[in-house]
């Protein structure tokens, strides 16, 4: 079984070949990614028409890359995935209509994937983990954490009520003149930084409502680098460490009361797990945080390959890989819309937004 993804959410222009032969371990035999990041620093953040435009220029060349690095003609792919939302409505466009094209073309199953579900499986393509396993997700668009029973059966437990944490780092990096992405730069500057020297807050630490919160935060790094302004090197070091220190602080609290609730909810899990995806999983101290968390709750920690939890295709190849041999392919996929909102969780309802185009979360 082999399926070709393609990723188009934000600003990577992605694709992938993706295999998984009988019972052997899953393969990635291609998984290109072309990052955007230079044509949006200058701008401190993602330019939509700036990423579609980018994705139209790139992806057929990266799709013929990946075809091309996985020794694997199109005429042996068994379907092809592609992102369908939520993301950015031009990139997702891009995206799906040139998969649409290849699978008519090649005479292919299409199969529109959640760019969350993708996120959701990655633990199964890199550590074969089985279900029920627990999941934060921690993006850039996102900060949730969701029961993932099964292919399709997904359960979320908390989400944020303002800022996605990616978001937070990207709008702290900006305001402190650190470049973009905000996330990495922000982790590297706090490495210097004392993380006691700003008392900030731990935005819902405590709080029976399971959900997260972080312009609060963000605003009291504002006032803190207003008072202190013209800011030297070190004031942003200690700026930057005692913001990280507060976000890890606040996730830690959040994820303990899902642990325990995943234990009562899911008593014959032998093996709980949590899996923390999304590229500010990448954050060294968030990790630690987190695996200290699981470690005492008694839950394994995984993080899939850093390369694996931001933006790729082979997480959406993986997703139609999980999709195709549970027989959850519809020929309806030819005319699915791309769609800027969609909930992994259609059931549970919204706690940010829901407008004609659908809940964002």
């Known amino acids: 079984m082999r399926v070709l993804g393609i990723e188009t959410s934000c600003d990577e222009t992605a694709a992938s070949v993706v295999a998984l032969d009988g019972d052997s371990a899953p393969e990635i035999l291609s998984n290109v990614v072309l990052s955007q990041i230079e044509e949006h620093a200058a701008f401190g953040g993602v330019v939509p028409e700036i990423a579609a435009r980018a994705h139209v220029e790139a992806l057929d060349g990266i799709v013929e890359a990946a075809l091309t690095d996985s020794a694997v003609s ?7 995935a592609a992102t369908a939302g939520p993301g950015l409505v031009g990139g997702l466009i891009v995206g799906l209509m040139t998969a649409k094209a290849i699978a008519a073309a090649a005479n292919k199953p299409l199969i529109a994937i959640n760019h969350l579900e993708g996120h959701a499986l990655t633990a199964r393509l890199t550590e074969g983990l089985d279900f029920p396993y627990l999941l934060l997700l921690v993006s850039g668009g996102h900060t949730q954490i969701v029961a993932v029973r099964g292919v399709g059966d997904y359960q979320r437990w908390a989400t944020t009520i303002d800022d996605a944490l990616g978001e937070a780092f990207d709008k702290t990096a900006k305001m402190l003149g650190l470049p973009y992405p905000g996330g990495p730069n922000v982790e590297k500057a706090a490495a210097g930084g004392d993380a006691s020297r700003f008392a900030f807050p731990r935005p819902m630490k405590g709080s029976a409502q399971p959900d997260f919160s972080f312009s ?10 207003t008072a202190i ?9 200690d700026i930057c460490a005692s913001f990280q220190a507060a976000v890890a602080d606040a996730l830690g609290d959040r994820v303990a009361r899902a642990l325990a609730r995943f234990r009562k909810e899911f008593p014959e899990t032998a093996k709980p797990a949590l899996v923390v995806a999304g590229g500010v999983a990448a954050n060294r101290t968030i990790k630690a945080t987190l695996e200290a968390r699981c470690s005492k709750a008694g839950f394994a920690f995984v993080a ?3 390369k694996l939890c931001t933006d790729n295709a082979a997480m959406i190849a993986w997703a139609g890989i999980e999709r195709l041999r549970a027989g959850m392919v519809d020929a309806s996929a030819a005319d699915f819309v791309p769609r800027s909102r969609w909930p992994l969780d259609s059931v549970s309802a919204p706690l940010v937004g829901s407008g004609r185009r659908g809940a964002k979360a």
């Open 229 to 237: 302004a013209p800011l030297s090197d070190q004031d942003v070091a």
């Open 304 to 306: 899939p390959p850093q």
């Open 74 to 80: 199109l005429d042996e792919v068994d379907a092809v």
């Open 216 to 225: 609060g935060l963000k605003t009291a790094v504002r006032q803190a680098a």
